[in-house]
């Protein structure tokens, strides 16, 4: 049950989070507004995050696992034996699910000032890794 509630909590405070940063921007973003918005304390806050950037970073990293994991179907290829053209129709639609599903969530989470660790910095990165993986591969004559 506390497990339940933790998360429970965890997201009442992210959904809060975005809304601000939504109507007021990042920097106008503070935990004492997170926690009056999502309805807790502060150390309830702060048994969930360290601070604003840390929210922001876990949500951000959330986000990339989410993409990555579309990605790592490509990994799979030899044990599925796909080409090219069949493993954009399996990423494909999960990529547009996906987009369609978090779009408020990635408009807001592109616009955090987190340099380095920035949702945009840290997806071309993963893209740019992937791209390097796959043209390193060989392909079939058959591909």
Same mark, same amino acid.
């Given at each position: 049950?506390?497990?339940?509630?933790?998360?429970?909590? #965890?997201n009442e405070i992210q959904a809060a989070f975005l809304k601000l940063v939504n109507q007021q921007g990042?920097?106008?973003? =503070?935990?004492?507004?997170?926690?009056? !918005? !999502?309805?807790?304390?502060?150390?309830?806050?702060?048994? $969930?995050?360290?601070?604003?950037?840390?929210? =922001?970073? &876990?949500?951000? #990293? $959330?986000?990339?696992?989410?993409?990555?994991?579309?990605?790592?179907?490509?990994?799979?290829?030899? !044990?599925? %034996?796909?080409?090219?053209?069949?493993?954009?129709?399996? +990423? =494909?639609?999960?990529?547009?699910?996906?987009?369609?599903?978090?779009? #408020?969530? +990635?408009? +807001?989470?592109?616009?955090?000032? /987190?340099?380095? %660790?920035? /949702?945009? &910095?840290? /997806?071309? &990165?993963?893209?740019?890794?992937? /791209?390097? !993986?796959?043209?390193?591969?060989? +392909?079939?004559?058959?591909?």
């Open positions: 049950m506390a497990d339940y509630r933790f998360q429970r909590t #965890d990042f920097r106008n973003v =503070s935990v004492s507004a997170v926690t009056q !918005a !999502a309805l807790v304390n502060r150390q309830t806050f702060y048994q $969930h995050y360290t601070d604003i950037y840390d929210l =922001s970073e &876990k949500m951000v #990293d $959330h986000m990339m696992l989410k993409f990555k994991t579309l990605l790592e179907i490509r990994g799979q290829k030899d !044990a599925l %034996k796909l080409g090219i053209t069949e493993m954009k129709e399996l +990423i =494909s639609p999960q990529a547009t699910q996906l987009f369609f599903d978090e779009r #408020d969530k +990635i408009k +807001i989470l592109r616009q955090l000032p /987190l340099d380095e %660790k920035s /949702l945009d &910095k840290q /997806l071309t &990165k993963t893209i740019n890794q992937y /791209l390097d !993986a796959f043209f390193k591969e060989e +392909i079939s004559a058959l591909e």
